[in-house]
């Protein structure tokens, strides 16, 4: 059974640039979130898709923005790179489907590294 | 005061003791309860959901839970130096399943051979 993945695993960039984020939600799953984690602190959320659509969004500028593909993967773009940008990307996907609170349980996958210089 | 809240340690514990890590949550709407475990430079690892007052137990793992008090407790019997890692508390966002988390900072947790 694959699980989440995400690609690239590290990446460099410089102040001012843009970078896109790939990752492969978990078999039968149909709904991926993007988090940011900082050194030290917890994920944040960014947003979630489903059904190709931004179902819900965090505290974060449109500077950063997403797409669902019809086979539930996903990007995550950011534009104007700042230097607070660096963190590690996480994506976790879920199944939308059902009324018990389970479909809440998120799988993440192993994270993309962002370095902004 | 922070939606979510842990103590960000470190705990450290000796090998075969039980550890008790604590967090507490300010959303009363919330329903959803998660314990993921992140090894230094890894991803978060989901170890156990609880949805219902009392506790849940998965091997070596319980999660207890008390939604009148506002407060999701894991305890780890028998640790092991594997079991070194933080431990991340979540809990989903308002009411119903909204499927937004919100992440504590994450306990420190240090077993000692």
């Known amino acids: 059974d694959a699980g989440v993945t995400q690609s690239p695993t590290h990446l460099i960039k410089t102040r001012g640039q843009q970078v896109t984020l790939r990752c492969s939600p978990k078999?039968?799953?149909?709904?991926v979130s993007w988090y940011q984690q900082a050194l030290g602190q917890g994920p944040q959320f960014i947003f979630q898709y489903y059904e190709e659509e931004e179902r819900q969004r965090g505290n974060f500028p449109d500077r950063f923005s997403g797409h669902q593909f019809p086979n539930y993967s996903s990007e995550l773009n950011v534009n104007a790179l700042l230097l607070g940008d660096s963190a590690l990307y996480l994506c976790?996907?879920?199944?939308?489907?059902?009324?018990?609170?389970?479909?809440?349980?998120?799988?993440f996958g192993p994270g993309t590294r962002l370095t902004v210089l | 005061q922070k939606e979510v809240e842990q103590n960000s340690g470190p705990l450290s514990v000796p090998e075969g003791a039980i550890a008790s890590l604590n967090c507490t949550y300010s959303d009363r709407g919330s329903q959803s309860f998660f314990w993921y475990r992140q090894y230094s430079g890894k991803s978060p690892e989901l170890i156990m959901s609880?949805?219902?007052?009392g506790d849940k137990e998965d091997g070596r793992f319980t999660a207890q839970l008390n939604k009148a008090s506002q407060y999701v407790s894991l305890l780890i019997r028998d640790s092991q130096p594997s079991d070194s890692a933080t431990y991340l508390c979540?809990?989903?966002?308002?009411?119903?399943?909204?499927?937004?988390?919100?992440f504590g900072q994450g306990t420190t947790l240090q077993v000692k051979p």
């Open positions: 609880i949805y219902s007052n």
């Open positions: 979540a809990v989903n966002s308002g009411s119903g399943n909204t499927g937004k988390l919100i």
């Open positions: 078999s039968g799953h149909d709904t």
């Open positions: 976790a996907s879920s199944l939308a489907s059902g009324i018990h609170p389970s479909y809440n349980e998120q799988f």
